[in-house]
């Protein structure tokens, strides 16, 4: 094996499991988890209660969804002027006739030199169209969900130089990806490499889309815009657009999932863009599905210190002050109501902590409630191997940081449950 590939398979092992050793210093002990109070979701910055669905959606959801975009995530634009999409590649029997495969080439500008993003479609071919989606990103590039020789080898920036992913990678990501479990149960799968909307580095944001939407002698994005994870989440709403217009696929029953910080990324995707039917967030730790003011693992100053790209400027603010925050993790899963949402721990990815990812998904219950859908069944967390589902799912499985055949088994009932006929 190269070295070139050795340093690629380094680098993107990484990446898509933490990017490197954690740091010294984190609390794994329960017994040193501070005392802390969440936010209540449903009283309104004036101090009013929300005792009405109307009123949850007309004015306490859009004030917590502007906190998170304020001080954490960074305002976003809209779909872009000029956006054009083009069907790169089709074929009708694919993976040995269990599916279609197509490739689309999304432009973000009229320029199609400029930025843009390719998303990889498997729908299964003997099932009834339009079919249901899941629709991620990936760490790895599109050749690597699948084995598949069809799939042109991706781009990818390693060490802020794009080069092109070796033959040797295809494929090295089918275990998180569970393709053919996937088109079994009836469902598409569309991917996109994520470094296509913005590459994962500081300073990748000269290579991605957010100078697109520079102002007039702007340089960079202002304390209160998006950050690298809004990027890729826009990506995703990109990708409805274009998923939208495909009459094999039904747009109305399409669930965005992603792993770690990609997991962040679906949960934010879901909580500004009510198109997605279902939202699954799998490991997605601090940032993401995991209460902050635990202080548990990874907190808000390991993210800004070690990945100063990924949220609003404004978020260093709270780095050692995850009181002060205006909002926790757990009114991000409550932006998702009432739509089902789903959340995956793994035993062993402490660093994520499991048991704040729990508690917030218990803590987003009372909106659930108000809004006439079911949470989470049990307010104690389950043995491993056990899930819990109303309208909000959870379990901890065995094992590491990672997205596993398990884990897909439970995406799969989930969602079948909730976008089944």
Excluded at 39 to 54: F, H, I, K, S
Excluded at 212 to 224: I, N, R, S, V
Excluded at 374 to 398: I, K, W
Aim: net charge positive; hydrophobic share 40%; with cysteine.
């Amino acid at each position: 094996m190269s070295l070139r590939i050795l340093v690629y398979g380094s680098l993107i092992a990484a990446a898509a499991a933490g990017a490197g050793a954690q740091p010294p210093g984190a609390n794994y002990d329960e017994s040193k988890v501070p005392a802390y109070q969440l936010p209540d979701p449903l009283v309104l910055q004036n101090g009013e209660r929300v005792r009405d669905a109307a009123t949850w959606m007309k004015r306490r959801r859009p004030e917590i969804l502007r906190l998170f975009q304020t001080h954490m995530f960074g305002r976003a634009p809209g779909r872009p002027r000029g956006m054009t999409f083009e069907l790169a590649s089709i074929e009708r029997a694919a993976l040995g006739g269990k599916a279609i495969r197509k490739e689309v080439t999304v432009s973000f500008s009229a320029d199609k030199r400029g930025p843009g993003m390719r998303i990889l479609i498997y729908l299964p071919a003997h099932a009834p169209k339009p079919a249901p989606v899941f629709l991620g990103l990936n760490f790895t590039g599109n050749h690597s969900v699948c084995a598949d020789p069809g799939i042109s080898l991706a781009q990818i920036w390693v060490k802020g130089v794009k080069q092109t992913a070796p033959e040797e990678s295809r494929g090295q990501a089918a275990s998180r990806w569970q393709v053919d479990k996937v088109l079994e149960h009836g469902y598409g799968l569309a991917t996109i490499y994520y470094g296509d909307i913005e590459p994962d580095f500081p300073g990748g944001i000269r290579h991605g889309v957010r100078p697109l939407f520079y102002k007039p002698g702007q340089t960079e994005p202002d304390a209160d815009e998006w950050g690298a994870i809004a990027a890729w989440a826009w990506g995703l709403s990109r990708a409805m657009d274009y998923l939208e217009t495909d009459k094999d696929v039904d747009a109305r029953r399409v669930a965005v999932m992603g792993h770690s910080r990609l997991g962040k990324t679906a949960l934010w995707a879901g909580a500004q863009d009510t198109r997605f039917a279902l939202v699954i967030s799998n490991d997605s730790g601090e940032g993401g599905a995991a209460i902050s003011r635990r202080r548990f693992g990874e907190t808000v100053k390991n993210l800004n210190d070690r990945f100063p790209h990924w949220f609003c400027a404004n978020y260093r603010k709270f780095n050692d002050r995850e009181d002060d925050l205006p909002f926790d993790s757990h009114e991000l899963i409550a932006l998702i109501a009432p739509r089902p949402v789903y959340v995956a721990s793994a035993a062993e990815d402490l660093w994520a902590d499991p048991k704040g990812e729990f508690l917030a998904a218990v803590a987003a219950g009372p909106v659930y409630r108000l809004l006439g859908r079911e949470p989470l069944p049990s307010a104690n967390m389950p043995a491993v191997n056990q899930p819990l589902a109303g309208t909000v799912g959870y379990h901890v499985r065995t094992g590491k940081h990672d997205v596993t055949a398990y884990d897909w088994d439970q995406f799969l009932a989930f969602a079948g449950r909730w976008m089944g006929k």
